[in-house]
């Protein structure tokens, strides 16, 4: 999944996850991108990444992922969204996840963009 467009990244987020599919999910990462999953908590590089989302994918659920602004200059761009996950956890409890993010994207050379840092808790 390419996404030609910065603002479209959270859209494209919600989409690869609601499809249940990591690779559509990891598309959107660079190899060497950094994730903050949860508060304290940091996942650098595609293996790290994956293992957490492969957690999330566990909830049987659906995202919504709004993109809220992008600020962009040059080939870097500076988004926040908000998103709300409402499912349940392999052990049949029921959750309610939601906040705002902080992200960083980067354009590729073929135009597309992909994350460099998502902070998926960064109103925490």
């Known amino acids: 999944m390419k996404v030609m467009e910065p603002q479209d990244m959270n859209a494209a987020f919600e989409e690869a996850y609601n499809s249940g599919?990591?690779?559509?999910?990891m598309e959107l990462y660079?190899?060497?991108?950094?994730?903050?999953p949860?508060?304290?908590?940091?996942?650098?590089?595609?293996?790290a990444i994956r293992e957490v989302l492969l957690r999330l994918l566990a909830i049987?659920?659906?995202?919504?992922?709004?993109?809220?602004y992008c600020m962009r200059v040059d080939r870097i761009a500076l988004l926040q969204a908000e998103w709300k996950l409402s499912g349940t956890r392999p052990d049949g409890k029921p959750v309610e996840m939601?906040?705002?993010t902080a992200e960083?994207?980067?354009?590729?050379?073929?135009?597309?963009?992909?994350?460099?840092?998502?902070?998926?808790?960064?109103?925490?």
């Open 21 to 25: 599919e990591i690779e559509r999910l």
């Open 104 to 124: 960083v994207v980067r354009q590729q050379e073929d135009g597309s963009w992909r994350y460099i840092i998502d902070h998926a808790f960064a109103s925490d």
């Open 98 to 100: 939601s906040s705002r």
């Open 30 to 36: 660079e190899p060497d991108a950094m994730m903050a």
């Open 60 to 68: 049987d659920g659906r995202m919504t992922c709004r993109n809220l």
């Open 38 to 47: 949860s508060p304290g908590k940091r996942a650098v590089g595609h293996t």
